[in-house]
Nanobody, 114 residues
Framework: QVQLVESGGGLVQPGGSLRLSCAASGSVFRFSTMGWYRQAPGKQRELVATISSAGSTYYVDSAKGRFTISRDNAKNTVALQMNSLKPEDTAVYYC????????WGQGTQVTVSS
């Protein structure tokens, strides 16, 4: 019922910035939590950041101080501003939606390389 559409992935140099966006459509639960997972080659998928409908945020330790998650509740969108990017941030990033049931988007590639 809910669909997630991601944008903003790409190639960036170490120390650079990138902004990911995700729009949820369909029967979106107004109190849903949204966020971002990522999966690097050969590694398990990990939770990067989440934001509740009230604006409460969570960040994985490696992202703290560098990434900022935000949302627009009226538009059902979530964004991840990624600054000071490192090669270790290279991964496929997945938009995440949690209304009780959990849903992930199709993924967008982020590559950090010089």
């Amino acid at each position: 019922q809910v669909q997630l559409v991601e944008s903003g992935g790409g190639l960036v140099q170490p120390g650079g910035s990138l902004r990911l966006s995700c729009a949820a459509s369909g029967s979106v639960f107004r109190f849903s939590t949204m966020g971002w997972y990522r999966q690097a080659p050969g590694k398990q998928r990990e939770l990067v950041a989440t934001i509740s409908s009230a604006g409460s945020t969570y960040y994985v330790d490696s992202a703290k101080g560098r990434f900022t998650i935000s949302r627009d509740n009226a538009k059902n969108t979530v964004a991840l501003q990624m600054n000071s990017l490192k090669p270790e941030d290279t991964a496929v990033y997945y938009c995440y939606y949690n209304s009780g049931n959990r849903l992930w988007g199709q993924g967008t590639q982020v590559t950090v390389s010089s």
